[in-house]
């Protein structure tokens, strides 16, 4: 293993003593791996699109293909026969804070859950290649206990007539203008594009938005703030393992609401059915009933509507064309290196 | 002032120029009119007209350009594009305009003060320019926007702070300028006569800064818009979903290969209007300046024929 510039280059030579008897898990095809690091995403997706020279032979663990790049790649027959789809278990969703007006009332929650139209965010997401609608908080994965609900079916493009009925009960039949708090980061994620998606939506259903784009850190410290949290922001959350526990527990478990940090219960949800619930889910060592549990957890908490599950990412990845055996890990998102093998050419 | 637009009229190229600016400044007022016509608005999405499995790329050859959609439409929203180039057009040039208005105007006064006013008054103001020219009008505009309460429409305030935080270029010219007109015999002339400072910075001096200033308002007029894009990029401009050319321009960089006519657009838009008003400005440079015609006849073969 040769370093350079502390890890901007490594190269990994083969393991003598690995043998494929003793390890079923990896393949060690390739002799060498030639690491570079520090390169830009936009680069590192030419390189791999032209695919000359040593780049013919190149992965990248985590680079995806961003929109523009993927109409660019889904034009050409040769290219789009070099992309890798990969999941990772992560949700945006639009986040409440109960504790302003107009979003401690139910009614309202449920009324802008109905309105959302999922298709005009998920096409601001990078299209139906990069996502895919949510209507559940938990990833659309098995290993997260994934149980299929849709408390307040939007439909493809939104349900603002249903909206409407439920903002009049509300007592709001003229009306109402919020403000839905973003961040300016171009990550298509909680970028203004998915913000302008909601409001045109919500617009169909006679509510106002006004749009608060914040600067990424002030964001990041805004929506994390107990005392600066927005009422309505887009939010979104990835998990540290493939379970259930991690996905719900920081964020609707009351006992994890940070009143002098970070905080990520963003409903300050404090149920003691929901906390013990909890406690009796991590208790369990049958990982399938846990699942099971976190899935029925996921439907109840749910009812609350104390988010609006938006989309989860679908990650897209170019590699070069002598490359063969590609597989991207479900658990951590990134390219398995360990799987690679190239062609002899 | 006849003589000046006769001279005006005598520069082939400064009237076409002045025709595009006019032709823009046209199309930006009528903006309404204009997508009235087409039948379209600049905020509704049509989803139908991109392929969403293709990262939103418009549907059809050259960006999705129909009967209905003069221009064709944004990648990913499906928004018309015609309609938010003109609509961009009246955000973009507004600011702009009226941001080197405000520029012109402290920078003239500024200027002329210090060149012409006493020792006390050309330190102090000579030096607060300085500090305007050092401080980075980023940072300073970000901050300007910050305080501003939300209601404060948006494309005024941007103007009003871009304007009034990038004067200091306009008043190092112009007090150069000044300083170097004070020496001249027709203004020795003017104060010797008993003249008051107003009256000469009026009579004597304005007209011969009018070619400098215009000039270089004419450079500024695009670096304003660049900075309109800039703020607005960093969510301190003007908000979406209003179109501007820089909003359109910092969300199409991406797609110059997959939808080319999207970044094409309002570059093409801002091509036109920083080549037509540096040419018009040139133009107006010279019908001011009496010397101009025939300092710019020598040497071109056309000394004789030419109107004088």
Do not use: C
Request: net charge negative; no cysteine; charged share 20%.
């Amino acid at each position: 293993m040769a370093n350079e510039n502390d890890g901007e280059r490594l190269r990994l030579e083969r393991n003598p003593h690995w043998s494929a008897a003793t390890d079923a898990e990896r393949k060690a095809y390739p002799d060498t791996i030639d690491v570079r690091s520090g390169l830009d995403s936009s680069v590192i997706n030419q390189r791999l699109a032209a695919s000359q020279g040593a780049d013919a032979a190149a992965v990248t663990t985590d680079t995806n293909l961003g929109p523009a790049e993927l109409a660019k790649v889904t034009g050409d027959k040769e290219l789009a026969s070099h992309v890798g789809t990969g999941h990772f278990g992560y949700t945006n969703y639009l986040a409440f804070n109960p504790k302003v007006k107009p979003f401690d009332d139910p009614k309202v929650r449920q009324a802008i859950s109905y309105a959302v139209d999922r298709s005009s965010v998920i096409n601001a997401a990078g299209g139906s290649s990069l996502a895919e609608p949510a209507t559940t908080y938990l990833p659309n994965q098995k290993s997260f206990g994934h149980t299929k609900y849709d408390h307040f079916p939007a439909g493809p493009n939104g349900n603002p007539k249903k909206a409407r009925e439920l903002l009049k009960e509300a007592g709001h039949q003229d009306g109402l203008t919020i403000t839905l708090t973003h961040s300016n980061a171009k990550d298509f994620e909680t970028s203004p594009e998915i913000a302008t998606a909601i409001q045109d939506a919500l617009k169909k259903a006679g509510i106002t938005v006004k749009l608060e784009g914040l600067e990424e850190n002030d964001y990041a410290d805004k929506i994390h703030s107990v005392e600066d949290e927005p009422g309505l922001f887009l939010s979104h959350w990835g998990a540290d393992w493939p379970s259930g526990g991690p996905f719900l527990a920081p964020i609707f478990d009351g006992r994890q609401i940070v009143k002098d940090g970070a905080n990520f219960n963003t409903g300050f949800l404090d149920d003691k059915a929901v906390n013990d619930e909890i406690d009796e889910i991590n208790k369990l060592t049958d990982l399938d009933a846990a699942a099971e549990r976190w899935g029925a957890l996921d439907k109840k908490i749910g009812e609350k509507a104390l988010t609006v599950p938006l989309f989860h990412p679908v990650y897209k990845r170019l590699y070069g064309k002598d490359v063969h055996n590609i597989v991207i890990s479900d658990w951590t998102g990134v390219l398995d290196v360990s799987q690679v093998a190239v062609k002899q050419s | 002032m006849t003589l000046f637009w006769r001279r005006l009229r005598e520069q082939r190229a400064a009237l076409v120029a002045a025709g595009a600016v006019a032709l823009l400044v046209l199309v930006a007022l009528a903006a309404p009119l204009l997508t009235a016509l087409e039948g379209q608005d600049p905020t509704t999405y049509h989803p139908d007209l991109i392929d969403s499995a293709r990262g939103g790329v418009p549907v059809g050859p050259l960006g999705g350009i129909s009967g209905e959609h003069w221009l064709g439409v944004e990648p990913q929203t499906g928004r018309d594009l015609f309609a938010r180039l003109v609509y961009g057009a009246r955000v973009s040039l507004g600011v702009a305009l009226a941001a080197t208005v405000v520029q012109v105007f402290i920078g003239v006064v500024v200027g002329v003060a210090a060149g012409f006013g006493n020792r006390w008054v050309d330190q102090v103001l000579s030096r607060a320019t300085d500090v305007i020219v050092a401080l980075p009008l980023m940072v300073l505009a970000l901050a300007l926007m910050a305080v501003v309460p939300s209601g404060f429409p948006r494309p005024v305030l941007v103007a009003l702070v871009i304007g009034l935080v990038a004067w200091g270029n306009v008043a190092k010219i112009v007090r150069a300028q000044t300083v170097t007109l004070k020496e001249l015999d027709h203004v020795a002339a003017a104060r010797l006569s008993g003249w008051g400072s107003v009256r000469i910075a009026r009579r004597e001096l304005l007209p011969a800064l009018a070619a400098p200033v215009i000039t270089y308002a004419a450079l500024l007029v695009p670096a304003n818009i660049t900075v309109e894009a800039a703020l607005s990029f960093l969510g301190v401009g003007v908000k979406p979903p209003t179109p501007s050319w820089g909003q359109m321009l910092t969300s199409a960089d991406v797609w110059y290969q997959a939808a080319p006519q999207y970044l094409l657009y309002p570059a093409g838009a801002l091509f036109v209007t920083v080549l037509a008003l540096t040419v018009l400005g040139d133009g107006v440079r010279t019908a001011l300046d009496p010397r101009a015609a025939s300092r710019l006849r020598i040497g071109t073969g056309r000394g004789r024929e030419a109107h004088s």
